[in-house]
DNA sequence: TCGTCAAACGGGACAAGGTTCCGTTTGCTC
DNA sequence: GAGCAAACGGAACCTTGTCCCGTTTGACGA
């Protein structure tokens, strides 16, 4: 694992030691202030728990959504590969779409407005749209066949508007015990069973 | 019907009348900027149109979800009192229930970015929030109750879920061909149907 | 080791929007 | 018509996102 590059480049220029290093800080201080104040927390309040100036956090992630994405990488590529991995250990593909959702339910739910903000019509949320459209979609929709191919639910739903709609349920769970958006996701899951 | 006031006060004051011209001109301005701006629009946008100040419209409306209410408050209404229209004319509880929901749905898509502020955490929000729960949840809970007594659905869910849950699938609808809210409520409310 | 220079930096400046303050205007009442 | 509280308008202030520009610093060759 390459310290600046996740391995793609052939000539990576090699940045400057003090970029690293500002770039690792801003991670770890933009991971830290998500779980306390949210993901839509001033850019200030950042850059300043890094030991940084505002202008940096710009240099080094150019809108809030490559800042996410780039804190959530890892989480994300994990959900990825646990598609093809729930489907061929699972008893069924609808268990293991069921099991796959819940595990991104999970991920969203513990990430405070990251939710919101996946959906919100801002321009400025588009590369980190297109980044879950690439790569969570794929993904749900190979579960999404696997379980219409078995029969066990209707195929007439896309992979996106599922997980949209998934994403979307939630929406505000935070601080709201009268909510458990586990429960609805679940609703609609069982709304996408094949009557038989 | 009284210019002024509701109906609900005793000894309502009456306010002067350049100030009850201003509140009509207001809530004119505030429908127009919605329909083009969305709920969310600047607050000076809005005053500019009715030709006011900004401080006026704070003045005669506290918090923008009074001025939310204000403006919608007809159709709010209109929708409290569908319910139970629809459960005494319907063919069955069921079919009263997904009506309804449609409703609401139709009310929520056609109002841009109206599904999202309502279930935004924002402190702001509390009023428009309380408004919803007190006039159509109970509309909901009475349209389930019934359904669940004719035992067409299961009764595990209860309707401040339920309107959550359908609200949460409404946002960010707008000028999003790929997403239709619709048929996610659809499976919704079918995930509710008791299996039988 | 030292000089050079592009990369990287920091923080101040600007813009947009929400909210409040305060001096002025305007209806109402007597 | 005078008095006075209600209501007004818009400037001022605060927060937050974004950009600019003068300064610092790491990397590399001499």
């Known amino acids: 694992m390459n310290d600046s590059d996740a391995g793609a480049g052939h000539a990576a220029p090699r940045k400057r030691a003090d970029a690293r290093r500002n770039e690792r800080a801003l991670l770890d201080a933009a991971a830290a202030v998500f779980v306390t104040s949210g993901v839509e927390a001033p850019i200030r309040d950042i850059a300043a728990k890094a030991g940084v100036g505002t202008a940096t956090i710009y240099r080094h992630f150019p809108t809030r959504a490559d800042l996410i994405i780039a804190v959530y990488r890892h989480q994300i590529e994990a959900l990825a590969e646990a598609g093809p991995a729930l489907l061929a250990t699972g008893p069924t593909p609808h268990a293991a779409l069921g ?17 919101a903000v996946l959906h919100s019509d801002d321009a400025g949320f588009d590369t980190l749209h297109a980044y879950f459209l690439d790569r969570l979609v794929p993904v749900c929709a190979q579960l999404l066949e696997a379980a ?41 899951i069982a709304g996408l069973r094949r009557p038989h």
Do not use: Q
């Not at 099991?99 to 939710?115: N, P, Q, S």
């Not at 508007?161 to 601080?175: A, F, K, P, T």
């Open 148 to 188: 219409a191919a078995a029969g066990e639910i209707r195929s007439d739903l896309d992979a996106y508007e599922l997980m949209r709609g998934v994403g979307n349920l939630c929406i505000g769970v935070e601080n709201n015990p009268r909510y458990d958006a586990r429960r609805l996701v679940e609703l609609l």
């Open 99 to 115: 099991r796959w959702i819940d595990l991104f339910v999970d991920f969203l739910v513990t990430k405070h407005g990251l939710a």
